[in-house]
């Protein structure tokens, strides 16, 4: 029979390292307030991702090994909330005189299917994404630290690569904002939709099929 | 079924394919130390409308009793 | 109740929203939204600069204001660093709260290298897809970007592609 393991708590070292990361937040602080926001932002990002076991990875491939969508409807909930946000706050941005849309608006071509492809492979033979990987690093996985490796290595090799991509491929591809065609409130609708599309294809997907391997 | 230090997706695929492999009123126990596997394992076995139950055994590890019914 | 929200898990949908609050709070307070890989990297420049390599030159780095300016400072005054630190130490902290906390090993040696493999092309693929899952898909939908939709469709071809290989080689 199976030896029985003790559970020892570990509450005590959460409240040490609590009190750590709020020392932190000032002396980041001090130096400048920003730092001290992003360090926060980094923890709470992180105390949500671990808590709710959020995987990008698991995302794209539950619905394609288990005929599982839970997560990927779960990130589509996400998506939609924030498009409401993100425009409003892009909206005020622009009619408060912002020469650039503020966001994460990149051009996009042939790289970025390029790149989205083998993103796609990697994350699921690595079992996590690029949050998944930090996030593993600090439930303990030493497995992940070899990703993390290999992620650092990669990302070199791809800046030292990203001249010949820029060249040939990101200097002619056209930065596609939604707004542009469909005015700001037709933005949010067209986006909000396809969302709902996807959500009720994902639903139907999840309640038809029960992959048995 | 041992899926320590497996990582995800793997202690699902394994259980996906032990339990079919297994008969009729068996139990499988899977242990895993994956966070998420205990999740989506979970999930896909209340898919298949089987009963199943997961117990801490220690610090993030975890077993995961899968009774087959049918 | 009480145990159900300190030890979890909680529900995707719980972490789907409260994910989608901060990344809101944290475009409306800091400008810009959440990004990883321009981090780590940052991360992989300093450790290659500290071997003797000369990141600084690079047409990626030199031809970019706010890439050079981010080389030269360190990992613990990047902003983007740091908020990477941050998301490893939030995750230790949710697992000690939960008393979860425990070291895994490495089982097998094709482990090892299907995680280095993972790193490695993941890695490549951001830089030229310009972000990873956060900066060009999850920051990048909600923005309106045309880039982020055909990122997510490349990335959930990929990761068919990436099951199939798991089920064949790994399993």
């Not at chain 1, 005590?12 to 990361?21: E, P, R, V």
């Not at chain 3, 898990?9 to 944290?26: C, D, K, Q, R």
């Not at chain 3, 493999?117 to 830089?127: A, D, S």
């Amino acid at each position: 029979m199976k030896k029985v393991k003790t559970k020892k708590d570990q509450r005590a070292y959460f409240w040490f390292f609590s009190f750590l990361a709020l020392i932190l937040i000032f002396l980041f602080g001090i130096t400048s307030p920003y730092l001290g926001y992003y360090w926060l932002f980094g923890i709470l990002f992180g105390f949500v991702l671990q808590k709710s076991r959020f995987c990008f990875a698991a995302a794209f491939r539950d619905p394609i090994i288990a005929g599982s969508t839970s997560l990927f409807r779960a990130v589509l909930v996400a998506m939609a909330i924030m498009t409401v946000f993100f425009t409003l706050i892009q909206y005020n941005a622009v009619q408060g005189g912002a020469l650039t849309i503020p966001g994460r608006i990149s051009p996009v071509g042939v790289h970025t299917i390029a790149g989205g492809f083998i993103f796609g492979i990697g994350m699921v033979i690595a079992g996590g994404c690029a949050t998944g990987t930090l996030m593993r690093i600090g439930e303990g996985f030493f497995m992940q630290v070899i990703v993390l490796i290999g992620f650092l290595i990669g990302t070199l090799w791809g800046a030292w690569d990203y001249p010949w991509w820029e060249r040939v491929f990101i200097s002619n591809s056209p930065t596609l904002h939604l707004a542009q065609y469909f005015g700001w409130t037709g933005a949010v609708i067209f986006q909000l939709v396809l969302i709902a599309v996807l959500y009720y294809i994902a639903k139907k997907y999840d309640d038809q099929n029960n992959i048995l391997l | 079924m041992d899926c320590l230090y497996e990582a995800c997706p793997i202690p699902l695929l394994k259980t996906m394919q032990s339990l079919k492999v297994l008969n009729q009123g068996d139990v499988l126990i899977v242990e895993t130390d994956h966070s998420c596997a205990i999740k989506n394992i979970a999930e896909w076995v209340g898919k298949q409308k089987l009963p199943c139950e997961i117990i801490e055994v220690s610090n993030g590890e975890w077993e995961i009793y899968i009774r087959k019914e049918r | 109740m009480k145990s159900k929200i300190i030890i979890g898990p909680w529900s995707y949908l719980t972490g789907a929203i409260l994910l989608a609050v901060l990344n809101t709070l944290l475009f409306a307070a800091l400008h810009t939204p959440w990004q990883i890989t321009t981090g780590i990297t940052y991360w992989a420049a300093w450790i290659f600069k500290f071997l003797g390599g000369a990141p600084e030159n690079w047409h990626y780095f030199a031809n970019n204001a706010s890439k050079s300016e981010g080389l030269s400072q360190s990992f613990l005054s990047n902003s983007l660093s740091l908020m990477n630190f941050g998301v490893i130490f939030g995750a230790l902290l949710a697992v000690l709260i939960a008393s979860q906390f425990k070291v895994k090993k490495i089982k097998s040696p094709k482990q090892i290298f299907a995680a280095l493999l993972g790193g490695i092309i993941m890695g490549y693929g951001t830089r030229i897809a310009l972000g990873c899952n956060i900066g060009a898909f999850f920051s990048a939908i909600p923005s309106l970007s045309v880039s982020g939709w055909v990122w997510g469709i490349s990335a959930f071809i990929g990761a068919w592609v990436g099951s199939k290989l798991l089920i064949k080689y790994l399993l």
